[in-house]
């Protein structure tokens, strides 16, 4: 068992579902809103999590009416296809999201990691540590961008938010006070878009969408507890980490790191590498930098072989 509190209640018949490791990733927070139509939103939480909270809740697996999927990430679809197999419930996502949640191919395909070189690593992974996630996923409906999903007294209200990914979506909890951010998630990591269907230009826009709503909660997918206390200033702050690399993209290219994997060795973006699969995803991250810094004039590109451009 962990050790800190399965699930607590956020607000009335809205409880957080925390992930098994401090729901790191391949764990993810999942919402569960214990109300007339009993609504579990995403389902990357450690299945005992899940079950846990039907049960302190006075639910079993089999009563669960909805799943609402934010994206098509292992992470968040996760345990989504056991529990609609147990209980028949109905299972909804964004409409880009489907190519990416139904399929094991549809999802290596929005990662875009089929040709990379440590693609076979990747897939050992996840049939040794993840293979509820390899068999194929129902989803029964869509729901619309600012159309409120209604579950009796709670309304969940989708805010899509690509950049992440195209189909990542928050959710309002009866109105925009309170956010789940889902993979805006104000880790110290910072933003993370290391797949083909992950946009750099569409997340900063998406990031000041959500700051414009001002919300005074925003709960994350991969923090233990909501945050509330200087809300604003943690997503100005989290947002700011594309120019910071930017930066520190320009600096170690001009030091002779010259080629996407020498970055990636660094490596550039995430903090250490433990695995070499990290690369692959360090290496999407930085080919997006790489091409915008490329647009504007500042990297020139010739041969794989990186040049700071002078001013």
């Known amino acids: 068992m962990s050790n800190y509190p399965v699930h607590v209640e956020i607000e009335h018949k809205v409880h957080l579902i925390r992930g098994a490791n401090r729901a790191r990733f391949p764990e993810a927070n999942a919402l569960l809103i214990d109300d007339e139509v009993l609504t579990l939103v995403d389902a990357g939480a450690s299945r005992n999590h899940i079950v846990t909270t039907l049960r302190d809740l006075g639910h079993k697996p089999e009563d669960i009416d909805r799943i609402v999927l934010s994206h098509f990430h292992i992470d968040h679809k996760g345990h989504a296809a056991h529990f609609q197999e147990v209980s028949d419930c109905t299972v909804m996502s964004h409409p880009s999201a489907d190519h990416g949640i139904k399929t094991l191919d549809g999802l290596i395909d929005f990662y875009g990691i089929k040709t990379h070189r440590f693609f076979n690593q990747w897939r050992y992974f996840i049939e040794a540590r ?163 810094l490329s647009e504007k004039g500042l990297v020139l590109v010739e041969d794989g072989r990186l040049q700071v451009q002078k001013a």
């Open 130 to 292: 993840l293979p509820h996630v390899i068999s194929d996923y129902r989803v029964d409906e869509h729901f619309e961008d600012g159309k409120p999903i209604d579950c009796g007294e709670v309304e969940l209200i989708p805010i899509h938010a690509p950049g992440h990914s195209v189909d990542h979506t928050c959710f309002g909890i009866n109105g925009y006070d309170t956010i789940l951010l889902i993979d805006i998630d104000l880790t110290k990591f910072g933003p993370w878009y290391g797949n083909k269907v992950s946009d750099i230009t569409q997340f900063k826009e998406t990031m000041k969408k959500i700051i414009e709503l001002e919300p005074k909660t925003g709960i994350s997918s991969h923090l233990l507890d909501p945050v509330t206390e200087n809300l604003r200033e943690r997503l100005i702050d989290f947002e700011s980490a594309f120019d910071q690399r930017d930066k520190r993209i320009l600096e170690l290219i001009s030091k002779g790191h010259a080629t996407i994997e020498k970055l990636g060795h660094v490596p550039a973006i995430y903090p250490r590498i433990p695995h070499e699969v990290f690369l692959t995803f360090e290496e999407i991250m930085l080919q997006k930098h790489v091409d915008i």
